[in-house]
Each structure stands twice: as structure tokens, then as C-alpha cells.
């Protein structure tokens, strides 16, 4: 992956060609070589928001949200109510992009009556990629693969949106990290950890200290964790929101590991 992640990074750049592989493969060997050995896979699926925003709305209280992302990569999934959503059951939001997908189980359409206000934005990654450059731009475009065009183009769309008013990306492990980031609240708002297809990565005590963490700050001023976990049969994501104090998972939807397909209440 990393190997053709190199590559397409070339192809965007004009300095190769999918038509001359073994050109590119001899002519860039020593870049492709350190980018195999430095360059972890790194991809931000705004898809994932299409199935993100029936819970997030589901949290409303008339409180605007003070979220805060584990793990964001660029951060496209902290920009969610900036989209355009559709449904069977409904539409949600404006904007120059629009997901929808395969609702197998759509959300009830009383929840895509209700509006938000996002008080602030923050998100905090090992890795942030920064699509306000070019180069973060085509970074994250290298990780998606050049026959999967609607893909491209929605990533295309996202980064637009987040170049005209970037969120706050905090370079760091947020299992460290969290503590004092959960101190930190913007009075009056409700605070929305979250997270898509990131704490999969971590050691059990990392994961450990992550729940100990939110139970922590939980216990002192209420917050919510919106997750991915394992979903029935391993097929797909499982969608949890849990409460804290108390912090026990409610699984509101099962959805695709990219956001194709999603059953609402399953
Ligand atoms: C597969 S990507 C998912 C990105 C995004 N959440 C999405 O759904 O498109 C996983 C992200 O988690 C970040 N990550 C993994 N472990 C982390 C940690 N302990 N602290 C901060 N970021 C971490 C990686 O750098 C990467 O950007």
C-alpha cells in the first residue's frame, strides 16, 4: 500500500506515469524507497460522516457542541456540518458536497429535522495532514486509489470546504493528550469526543487509559464519546455512543467500514 500510495503521490505531482510503471519504478527508486521505509498509510474518509451524522444529531440538547476528534487525520470529519446529507428518509444541511449512500435501515426523519450550532473544532493526531497545502492535499489523495473516482472527488470537495476555515488539528497521541484536553470546555456547549477507525490501533493500555480518561473528566462535568467498535460478525463498524458519567456503550447503528452502507438502529 504504501508502495502504490508512493506512486500515485508521483502521478498527482505529474512526475510519473500509471502507463510507464517500470520507468517511474527506476527513475524514483530512491524517493519511493524512504517513502516506503517513512511514509505511514494515511487516510481521511469524509464518507464515514454520512453515517456519523444521524447519532451526532441525536445528541442534540439545543446546547451547540464542542467536539473534539481522536484521530482525525485532516480533520474532514470535524467539518460534518458543513455537508449536504441525504437519506431515504430525508435530507440534512447544505454545502457544496453531498454524501449519501446505500440506507439499508435509514434514521427517522425526525432526527433529520433537528438543526446544531458547532461551537468549536478541535482535533488531535500523531500524524496531522494539513490540506491547506498542496502537498497535504495530495498526501491524502495518494492513499486513495485512482479507479475509485467518486471517492477522489468527494475527498476533493471536503478539502475545499476545510481550506476556506480549517478545523484545529493538535499534533500529538491523544491518549496522552486527553486529560488535559477534556479540562479545557467551552462553557455552555455540550462536549462530543470522537472517533472513526482510530483507537483500533491502540494497545490495550492505551485503550485503557483512553476510558479512564473520559470517565475521569466525565465525572465531572458530563460529556459524550461517539465511537466505531466491533460490529456483529466483524462486518462493518459498529456505531456507539456512550455517556459519561457511567460510559456504557448504546450501539445506535451498524455501518460500512467506508460509509457505502448504513442500518440504522441495528
Ligand atoms: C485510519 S485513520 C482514520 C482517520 C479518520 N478518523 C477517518 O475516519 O477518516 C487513523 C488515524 O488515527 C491516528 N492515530 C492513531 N493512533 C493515534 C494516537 N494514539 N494518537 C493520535 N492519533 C492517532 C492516525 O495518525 C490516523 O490519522
Redesign the pocket.
Known sequence: MRLLGGLHYLVLGGEASWDQLDVALERHAQFLRRWCAEQ?V????VQ?AWALLPAFLSLDDGRPFDLL?????AGL?LLWDRYAYRYSSGTWGSGELELSGDDRMPPPSELLSRSVEVARRRG????PIDVTTADGARMLQAFVWPDQTARLERLQRAIEVARRDPPELIR????AALPALLRDRVEGAQLVVF????TM??DRP?AERLRAALHEAGGHEPLVFVTTGRAPDDDGFALEVERFPGGRPERVAVFDFHGAWLDWGR
Open positions: 505511514e494515511q487516510t481521511n474518509e464515514r476528534e481522536l484521530g482525525p487525520s470529519n488531535v493526531d500523531l500524524s500529538g497521541d491523544y491518549v472517533q472513526t477507525a482510530s490501533y491502540l492505551g
